[in-house]
């Protein structure tokens, strides 16, 4: 049995609502939306994914799915590139959320310098609102980060350091500088479907990926974005059972097996997530 928890998935968005049921019992049985080349040979168990919210409404929806089933788990937060348009109202839905048993993480927060939708000096300081809830609440975060590690580093150090934070990095896409100063931090980091990608730009992302030690060592799609390496351009939309084509990358790239790979990385989100908080 391959063991797979997806850590990133957005099954809240509107590329769901034609068929978010029929994703939904995928989810449930363990079945891929595509049939890859080489078939996984064994049956896949979805033993969890984390519903990562982007803004209040976002956070609610990804809370009420939490709500259905045991397999998934619901993150609260406004994304950075959604911070710009906040008002003081979805701050307030955003804390409750943040307190309540429905949700186990505070994310995705974090700075995203590629887009920048917002003025970077919102982002952090929304980013510093999300670090006090984590704290506060005694959960992990989930952290974004896009082209912005200079700005985020000495965030993260100085909330690791004085507030005791701890979470992880969704959708690493760092250097191996920047994974070592992570797993310092004590962060989990959490690969997605770029690390499957063949392209030469993605050499340091996965030379990232075979130094992370294993215990700190996740994996997740950003469903319905980055279909993973052979989907990538031909799937329209990422679904959480193809978490398995990233543990199968990572086995490749660290020289064992997708099973061994799939096994740490659920029992290392279970962990993380599952350890303190009761779901309501
Ligand atoms: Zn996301």
């Known amino acids: 049995m391959i063991t797979i928890f997806d850590t990133h998935a957005h099954l809240d968005l509107e590329q769901f609502s034609p068929d978010r049921e029929a994703v939904i019992r995928r989810i449930e049985s363990g079945t891929l939306p595509v049939v890859p080349d080489e078939p996984i040979s064994q049956p896949i168990e979805m033993t969890g994914v984390l519903l990562a919210g982007i803004d209040a409404q976002s956070s609610i929806c990804c809370a009420e799915l939490a709500k259905r089933s045991p ?36 994310g995705e927060t ?9 003025p970077i000096e919102q982002q952090i300081n929304a980013l510093w609102r999300h670090i006090d809830l984590a704290v506060q609440t005694a959960k992990p975060i989930q952290i974004h980060c896009r082209d912005a590690w200079d700005d985020m580093l ?11 934070l701890t979470g992880i990095i969704h959708a690493f896409s760092g250097e191996p500088e920047q994974a070592a100063e992570c797993i310092e931090l004590g962060f989990y980091l959490s690969f997605a479907g770029s690390v499957t990608y063949r392209n030469a730009k993605f050499s340091p992302l996965r030379e990232s990926a075979q130094m992370v030690p294993i215990d700190r060592l996740l994996i997740e799609t950003d469903s319905p974005y980055m279909p993973p390496h052979p989907f990538r351009g031909k799937l329209k939309r990422n679904e959480p059972t193809m978490a398995v084509m990233v543990a199968l990358r990572l086995a ?6 997708l099973e061994s790979i799939a096994k740490t990385t659920s029992q290392n989100a279970r962990q993380l997530l599952c350890t303190n908080v009761k779901k309501g």
Do not use: C, M
């Not at 490749?252 to 097996?257: D, I």
């Open 252 to 257: 490749e790239l660290r020289a064992t097996t």
């Open 71 to 106: 397999i998934f788990h619901a993150a609260a937060a406004i994304h950075p590139n959604y911070v710009v348009n906040a008002a003081d109202n979805d701050w307030k839905i955003i804390t409750e959320l943040a307190h309540s048993d429905s949700v186990a993480v505070i």
């Open 110 to 118: 974090g700075l995203d310098r590629y887009w920048d939708h917002t």
């Open 154 to 164: 000495p965030i993260l150090r100085q909330a690791v350091k004085e507030q005791g």
